[in-house]
């Protein structure tokens, strides 16, 4: 019973009431400390490096800290591997994150049945570099964290432009052409649009696109479609093949 009573007490005090104002201020001062709570949470990543004090194990690290590498797409175009998610946080200075899906598995022991969590999380610059990671763990939110970590390590970089015939803009809105993209049995195809007809594909895939940066696109799929992670990554396998010679 002590123990319980100590826990409630615990509950109590981590909560904190926000709908209340703080000590002697006006209805004004309580929507600037709104807005600051706002302004945290939408700061809040689920995985924060600390670049500052961060100390650099491998050699891609080391070379990016002391400024020999300046770009992103200098990495890429040398075909270096980025082993560690201090470099991504390091040249992207506002990422994007998104918890995409949070399920419960289960796995049998001889004693029965143990549960772990899955979590899927999409990050992204809002231009030209992606990044999809899956992890698992015990506790939910460790899982995020986790798949949060591997998503700044499975980077992917792709290429945007005007390839639709109606349009000849010139700017980088849509896919330059047709791509394939393929996981399991879901098969995804992007075609070019011209200037203003949205996105056209399903809710899944909307944020992928959106964090790339594309506006305008039509797409058709095949395949069981229902299972959200394979459409996830058949999409961005499409996305980064626009980056590739051969384009099957
Ligand atoms: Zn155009």
Known sequence: MVFKQKMVMRKNQRRVDYSKPANNSTISDKEAIVDAVRK?????????????NWNPTTELGKKVKNGEIKDLNEIFDRNLKIMEPEIVDFFIKDIREKLMDTTKTSYVRMAGRKYNYRACVLIGDGSSFLGFGIGKDKD?????????????????????GCGSWECLCGTDHTVPFDVVGKTGSVRITLSPAPLGTGLVATEIVKPVLEFSGIKDVWSRTLGKTSTKINMIQACIDALRKTYKKDRK
């Open 140 to 160: 939910k939110w460790t899982s995020a964290t986790k798949a949060a970590r591997l998503a700044r390590l499975n980077l992917v970089r792709l290429k945007k």
């Open 40 to 52: 945290k949470r939408a700061k809040k990543l689920l995985f924060g490096s600390d670049i500052e």
